[in-house]
């Protein structure tokens, strides 16, 4: 375990005698590491696509100037590079705004069936690409509290991951379902959404909705991901005081579950 480290704060008591106040350094000293990790790895995050860009303009300057193919085929990597620019700063935005709003509970009321249907049409083409065939089981309408443009974004990120990892020609299971949990004060919905990939290994779930943490880099690079997914998803179930709770088993597939309050 680790050493604590206490700030005290001495005030002299009128009369006689000081009275004392213990700060915890070390959870100080910890948000002030996380950021800083942070900024590191967002500066990181983004130096590696515009050292590519780079690369490839001077070489589009030079040696590739008077050939079209190696010209045509290095635009392409650009635009790559360039999109992953443009999604990493998106879900930055995201995560800075669900961020400072996790104190705020939405007070409207939205149908989750409809909102799981829109991203289902939304996402059919990219599944249909990669093979991936979408079943969406849900009752004709579930409202709950939310908001709405931030729990299509969780439905988008989960099943966006489920096709990504899930395997080509597999079917992603999204499932809605009225329920009742006592932790959550009774009524709720529970949206899940389940595919027959690859599957996680145990020893990173716990870390896998951390900022820029990725199970494997490579892949979730290769498939451009920005690692940022998954947080963004808890922080929009935690301001809506839902539940996020995630089972997968290497090899087989795995199932994210979101835990709304209806009440
Ligand atoms: P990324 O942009 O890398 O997909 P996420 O935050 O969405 O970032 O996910 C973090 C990591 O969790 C991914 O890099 C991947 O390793 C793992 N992961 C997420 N969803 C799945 C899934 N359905 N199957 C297997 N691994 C997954």
Redesign the pocket.
């Known amino acids: 375990s680790r050493d604590t480290i206490y700030r005290v704060l001495v005030t002299p008591l009128a009369g006689e005698g000081v009275s004392l106040a213990f700060e915890d350094m070390s959870e100080i000293e910890q948000a002030h590491a996380m950021r800083r990790d942070f900024v590191a790895n967002v500066s990181h995050e983004l130096r590696t696509p515009l050292t590519a860009l780079l690369g490839f303009i001077e070489t589009l300057k030079g040696a590739a100037r008077d050939d079209p193919a190696a010209r045509l085929r290095f635009l392409t990597i650009m635009e790559r590079e360039a999109t992953r620019m443009n999604r990493l700063i998106a879900d930055l935005l995201s995560l800075g705004k669900v961020e400072a709003e996790e104190r705020v509970r939405p007070s409207q009321r939205v149908d989750v069936v409809g909102l799981a249907q829109g991203a289902v049409a939304t996402l059919r083409g990219v599944a249909a690409a990669g093979g991936v065939d979408l079943a969406l089981t849900a009752p004709e309408r579930v409202e709950v509290p939310a908001d709405a443009d931030q729990i299509t974004q969780v439905l988008q990120?989960l099943i966006e991951?489920?096709i990504?990892?899930?395997g080509a020609g597999k079917r992603v299971d999204i499932e809605i379902v009225r329920t009742d949990v006592a932790a959550l004060g009774g009524p709720a919905v529970r949206i899940s959404v389940t595919?027959f990939?690859?599957?996680?290994a145990a020893i990173?779930l716990p870390r896998?909705?951390e900022r820029f943490?990725?199970?494997?880099d490579h892949?979730?690079r290769e498939?451009g991901?920005?690692?940022?997914?998954?947080?963004i998803v808890k922080h929009i179930v935690q301001r809506h005081r839902g539940r996020l709770k995630i089972e997968?088993e290497k090899g087989k597939g795995?199932r994210?579950t979101v835990l709304l309050p209806a009440g």
């Open positions: 990120n991951n489920a990504k990892y899930g595919d990939g690859e599957g996680i990173h896998l909705t943490y990725r199970a494997d892949r979730s498939k991901g920005t690692g940022l997914g998954l947080a997968s795995s994210f």
